[in-house]
């Protein structure tokens, strides 16, 4: 299995350009999740889905947007960049036995916004 | 605002000590789970404890829960340098399907 895949690894984009960073795993996890990961800030979730075609918002969820068609992707939009989200974004499943929430992290994407 | 915050926000040990962290949250939890994150890359799972347990092992990792006191702590034993990382504590709510990340410690073994 390959895991949580995240594509682009990295990414330069100029405010007000719009982009998706992709998402997929090979695991069957019905849980999946994103995270923004700042400076001294920890991991913030952005968007989360629980089951294809069910999504819902987290901590930080303006200026972003997510779909979830298959149980396998789980794209995430950024509709106008802005300089306030460079960062390093993760995404992540979960088997979700027992409710744990126990999450498998991706690689990773690190996008400036210039 | 976070749930959770780890205490120290950075340890610097020799290779061979033990090395403790602390988690403190802010509300009541269904499980608490840590988790591992070396530079440039991706969060690991390590280990996850369960609001009606207090200790849990997974090889020379060691974590306990003291709900009345709503902190954690994992002990990580005969440190190595490949330890060197960041962990972070991460909690669920009951009734939540969030999983909330603390700020993390960063740790070094120095070899």
């Known amino acids: 299995n390959a895991g949580v895949t995240q594509t682009p690894k990295f990414q330069v984009l100029k405010t007000g350009q719009s982009m998706t960073l992709q998402c997929a795993q090979d695991?069957?996890?019905?849980?999946m999740s994103w995270y923004r990961q700042d400076p001294g800030m920890g991991l913030r979730l952005i968007h989360y889905?629980?089951?294809?075609?069910?999504?819902d918002q987290g901590e930080v969820p303006n200026g972003y947007n997510v779909s979830r068609s298959t149980t396998e992707d789980f794209p995430l939009r950024l509709l106008s960049a802005a300089p306030s989200q460079t960062s390093v974004y993760f995404c992540?499943?979960?088997?979700?036995?027992?409710?744990?929430?126990?999450?498998?992290f991706g690689p990773g994407t690190r996008l400036t916004v210039t | 605002s976070q749930q959770g915050e780890e205490d120290p926000q950075a340890l610097s040990i020799q290779e061979g000590e033990n090395a403790t962290m602390n988690c403190s949250y802010k509300t009541s939890i269904n499980n608490l789970q840590w988790y591992r994150q070396n530079s440039g890359r991706g969060l690991v799972h390590l280990i996850l404890?369960?609001?009606?347990?207090r200790e849990k092992h997974s090889g020379r990792l060691r974590v306990t829960l003291d709900t009345s006191k709503k902190s954690s702590s994992l002990l990580i034993t005969a440190s190595r340098a490949a330890d060197t990382a960041s962990y972070f504590c991460a909690t669920v709510l009951f009734g939540n399907e969030k999983l909330t990340f603390g700020t993390g410690t960063r740790l070094t073994i120095i070899p």
């Open positions: 404890i369960r609001s009606n347990e």
């Open positions: 992540a499943s979960s088997p979700d036995r027992a409710k744990s929430y126990e999450q498998y």
């Open positions: 889905s629980v089951g294809a075609g069910i999504t």
């Open positions: 695991m069957n996890h019905e849980y």
